[in-house]
């Protein structure tokens, strides 16, 4: 059994490890420095639980390369984050109230305790697109070319900038919405590198990336310039830098988002002919 002096040191101690949780890691100083390193850690896991998946269930998992097992890991972790981002911020957007017009106060200056809350979180995100984009410039460019890094890059400072200022949560949300053809994209590459490029799957995976692309890329986006639009007299109280931010990211990202679509038509239009 344990002794007295043994159970007087491991309260000791667990008393230690709570002060040190309440007082540092969930400090309202540091929880944002917390979510970021929870954020890297949850990606390392992803990153690593995928890769034991994988090998316990792809028998050609194995003989993948190095590069080719860092880009498979890379996307299942992508996966998990994608999930996770979407379903926050389609409730928020969408199925919550917070950003109805039908209550009072601008809605770029909306918060509650769940926005709030998903703000912390979203420092998770923050951890992601940083482990995400140190993995694709470690790696370049097999990871993602230029386009990738600018679009990490751009991510990272929205996010960071709606979460300090306070300002234009909504349409944050609103673009993150776009991670939903993130699992779509890498379920393709899984095919692809599993060699079933000829699979019923991998044709049902193209039809739904190609309606989940035009939604959640092109259709979302011009739906955001739509309602800046028509609350531009509240959108012009933020400070100068949020309204570069909520004009320019999405301009840049819908650019870029109807250049990938063209180039997902065009993949789709040659699976189908090959088809037929």
Excluded at 82 to 111: C, E, H, K, W
Excluded at 214 to 242: C, E, G, N, P, W
Excluded at 247 to 275: D, E, H, Q, S
Aim: net charge positive; proline share 1%.
């Amino acid at each position: 059994m344990m002794s007295t002096t043994s159970m007087l040191a491991a309260k000791a101690y667990k008393y230690k490890a709570e002060s040190l949780v309440k007082e540092y890691l969930l400090a309202d100083s540091y929880v944002s420095y917390t979510a970021v390193l929870g954020g890297i850690l949850m990606c390392k896991m992803a990153y690593d639980i995928t890769s034991l998946i994988s090998s316990l269930y792809y028998k050609g998992y194995g003989s993948l390369t190095k590069i080719q097992k860092l880009e498979w890991n890379n996307r299942g972790m992508s996966t998990v984050h994608a999930v996770f981002i979407t379903v926050m911020s389609v409730y928020l957007v969408f199925f919550s109230n917070l950003f109805s017009d039908q209550l009072d106060g601008p809605v770029t200056f909306r918060s509650s305790n769940l926005s709030n809350f998903t703000l912390g979180v979203k420092d998770v995100s923050v951890g992601y697109f940083m482990t995400d984009l140190a993995m694709i410039l470690w790696a370049y460019p097999s990871l993602g070319g230029m386009e990738y890094v600018l679009h990490h890059m751009l991510s990272l400072i929205s996010i960071v900038y709606a979460m300090y200022s306070g300002e234009g949560q909504l349409y944050t949300y609103m673009v993150l919405i776009s991670e939903t053809t993130t699992p779509g994209i890498n379920l393709r590459w899984f095919l692809d590198t599993a060699g079933l490029k000829k699979s019923k799957a991998y044709l049902v995976n193209g039809v739904t990336m190609f309606v989940a692309w035009l939604v959640a890329r092109i259709i979302l986006f011009v739906y955001l310039f739509y309602h800046i639009y028509f609350h531009y007299d509240q959108v012009k109280q933020m400070h100068t830098f949020s309204c570069i931010l909520i004009f320019a990211v999405p301009t840049i990202l819908l650019v870029m988002n109807t250049m990938w679509f063209a180039k997902i038509l065009r993949g789709l239009k040659k699976t189908l002919a090959k088809r037929q």
